[in-house]
């Protein structure tokens, strides 16, 4: 099967630009989160996508956005970048939800987009 | 609220040697789920295990064994004989009974095996 796969792996902005980092679900996998992990911490939870429609967002602002496609993949996409969103963006993805039941997966992990804003 | 504490920022150990990774947790939820997953130098967040509130009993996995205690609201990871390949960051994680219930992280401790 094929796992979750993210582009670019790199990428380096300027303050106050727009990026947008894309996902491929693994397959099978019909949910999508994101999540930041700045540098010696761990993931925080951005939001999720099912079923074409965020479904849950964490404590981000309006400036971080999403799309889910119907082939399930995903886009983030992030407006006028401050040097404090430089991180490391992982998108995990899961069947039916976020992985907090036995009734859907876990959530599977890409490698994740190194952004850094400068 | 929820939250995941790991008050071990970084461990070293010695091949070979044993190693817990401590992990506590506050929910208020009667239901839950934790995790722990595993982040090599690639960056991928690896899972590990899921457990859910109703099953405390330990769980054994090769070398990684789990130890769940809902009295003290732990959740710790033990390797045995570790190896280097052991050497990375890992998260202990929550979530809620439903399926949309987000995913929450600990801090991470960062174990370190030396040849």
Redesign the interface.
Same mark, same amino acid.
């Given at each position: 099967e094929t796992g979750v796969t993210q582009s670019p792996t790199h990428l380096i902005k300027t303050r106050g630009q727009q990026v947008t980092l894309r996902c491929s679900s693994q397959s099978g996998h019909n949910t999508v !989160?994101w999540?930041q992990q700045a540098l010696g911490? =761990?993931?925080?939870?951005i939001f999720?996508y099912?079923r074409e429609e965020e479904? =849950?967002r964490?404590n981000f602002p309006p400036r971080f956005s999403g799309l889910q496609f119907p082939n399930y993949s995903s886009e983030l996409n992030v407006n006028a970048l401050e040097l404090d969103d430089s991180a490391?963006y992982?998108c995990?993805s899961s069947r039916?939800?976020?992985?907090?039941? !036995?009734?859907?997966s876990?959530?599977?992990?890409?490698?994740?987009t190194?952004l850094t804003v400068t | 609220a929820q939250k995941?504490t790991q008050a071990q920022t970084e461990i070293s150990v010695v091949e070979k040697e044993d190693v817990t990774l401590d992990c506590v947790y506050e929910t208020r939820d009667t239901t $839950? $789920?934790l %995790?722990w997953?595993k982040q090599p130098p690639?960056? /991928?967040?690896? %899972?590990l295990i899921?457990r859910?509130s109703f099953d405390e009993q330990n769980e054994i996995s090769g070398r990684y064994s789990w130890n769940f205690q809902k009295s003290t609201s732990s959740f710790n990871f033990t390797i045995t004989a570790s190896q280097v390949v052991d050497s990375a960051v890992y %998260?202990c994680?929550l979530?809620? /009974?439903?399926? $949309?219930?987000?995913?929450? %992280?600990?801090?991470?401790t960062s174990l370190s095996v030396i040849p």
């Amino acid at each position: 099967e094929t796992g979750v796969t993210q582009s670019p792996t790199h990428l380096i902005k300027t303050r106050g630009q727009q990026v947008t980092l894309r996902c491929s679900s693994q397959s099978g996998h019909n949910t999508v !989160s994101w999540y930041q992990q700045a540098l010696g911490q =761990g993931p925080q939870f951005i939001f999720q996508y099912y079923r074409e429609e965020e479904n =849950g967002r964490g404590n981000f602002p309006p400036r971080f956005s999403g799309l889910q496609f119907p082939n399930y993949s995903s886009e983030l996409n992030v407006n006028a970048l401050e040097l404090d969103d430089s991180a490391l963006y992982l998108c995990a993805s899961s069947r039916d939800g976020l992985g907090g039941s !036995s009734y859907n997966s876990p959530l599977h992990f890409g490698n994740g987009t190194r952004l850094t804003v400068t | 609220a929820q939250k995941v504490t790991q008050a071990q920022t970084e461990i070293s150990v010695v091949e070979k040697e044993d190693v817990t990774l401590d992990c506590v947790y506050e929910t208020r939820d009667t239901t $839950y $789920y934790l %995790f722990w997953y595993k982040q090599p130098p690639s960056g /991928e967040l690896v %899972f590990l295990i899921r457990r859910n509130s109703f099953d405390e009993q330990n769980e054994i996995s090769g070398r990684y064994s789990w130890n769940f205690q809902k009295s003290t609201s732990s959740f710790n990871f033990t390797i045995t004989a570790s190896q280097v390949v052991d050497s990375a960051v890992y %998260f202990c994680a929550l979530s809620g /009974e439903t399926s $949309y219930d987000k995913v929450i %992280f600990g801090p991470g401790t960062s174990l370190s095996v030396i040849p």
